[in-house]
């Protein structure tokens, strides 16, 4: 039987509320995908703070403590006839060198949390 004959079998009052159905149907498909993509997308931002954000915090910091180490490099070399002047610029760089450490093992800890 050809579908525009099986049409007629129904009057204009079904076949109108069935074509208002139908746009309704389409709609809420069309906002369930939208919802779930707002959400992947949710998702995503909260994994690029948790993650991503953090760890160039981390190595900003580490970048920091390098440059700390580096000043107290050049300390220790322009102050190389000075022995005391030396033993605390050497004390410092061991100071910021243990701080540079530290930084690169919880980037490290954090790195390997964020790749599966």
């Known amino acids: ?11 204009i009052r079904f076949r109108m509320l069935g074509a208002i159905a139908v746009v309704l149907l389409l709609m809420g498909l069309i906002g369930g995908v939208g919802m779930l993509g707002m959400l992947r997308i949710q ?13 160039s915090g981390q190595l900003g ?8 180490v580096r000043a107290h490099e050049k300390d220790m070399l322009l102050a190389q006839g000075q022995l005391p002047a030396v033993r605390q610029a050497h004390s410092a760089w061991l100071a ?20 599966p």
Do not use: E, V, Y
């Open 43 to 55: 998702a995503l931002s909260g994994d690029f703070i948790n993650h991503s954000f953090t760890q």
């Open 1 to 11: 039987m050809p579908i525009f004959a099986l049409m007629r079998l129904f009057t």
């Open 96 to 115: 910021a060198l243990d701080a540079a450490q530290k930084n690169l093992g919880a980037a490290g800890r954090c790195a390997d949390r964020s790749n």
């Open 61 to 68: 910091q580490l970048r920091s403590d390098l440059g700390a």
